[in-house]
Nanobody
Framework: QVQLVESGGGLVQAGGSLRLSCAASGFTFSTFAMGWFRQAPGKEREFVAVVSWSGGSTRHADSVKGRFTISRDNAKNMVFLQMNRLKPEDTAVYYC???????????????????WGRGTQVTVSS
């Protein structure tokens, strides 16, 4: 069955960096677009970044543009989120998600993604 397992979360001071990883299995990873979302307490799940099936196209939310970078390694069935210059408002549970389409031109919403991991907590202290 499809499995997405996130790792790499933790506690970091503002200005620091973390690298999240997502290990995928149970589907043809190289044909799916992959995304990262996050959800802070009391807030809706929000889009962070998406990468196309080949890794050739990416989109990042305005709130993280220039600080976060999504990437993937199809040989290892992995997707990553490099997070630099972290801010306290980045604190959230971060989720890895898979979309059966190879790329999304729009509709970067949770409903566009078909499979989800359980999430990893990222806490940024001020």
């Amino acid at each position: 069955q499809v499995q997405l397992v996130e790792s790499g979360g933790g506690l970091v001071q503002a200005g620091g960096s973390l690298r999240l990883s997502c290990a995928a299995s149970g589907f043809t990873f190289s044909t799916f677009a992959m995304g990262w979302f996050r959800q802070a307490p009391g807030k809706e799940r929000e889009f962070v970044a998406v990468v196309s099936w080949s890794g050739g196209s990416t989109r990042h939310a305005d709130s993280v543009k220039g600080r976060f970078t999504i990437s993937r390694d199809n040989a290892k069935n992995m997707v990553f989120l490099q997070m630099n210059r972290l801010k306290p408002e980045d604190t959230a549970v971060y989720y890895c998600a898979a979309c059966t389409q190879r790329w999304l031109w729009s509709d970067y919403v949770p409903e566009s993604f078909d499979y989800w991991g359980r999430g990893t907590q990222v806490t940024v202290s001020s």
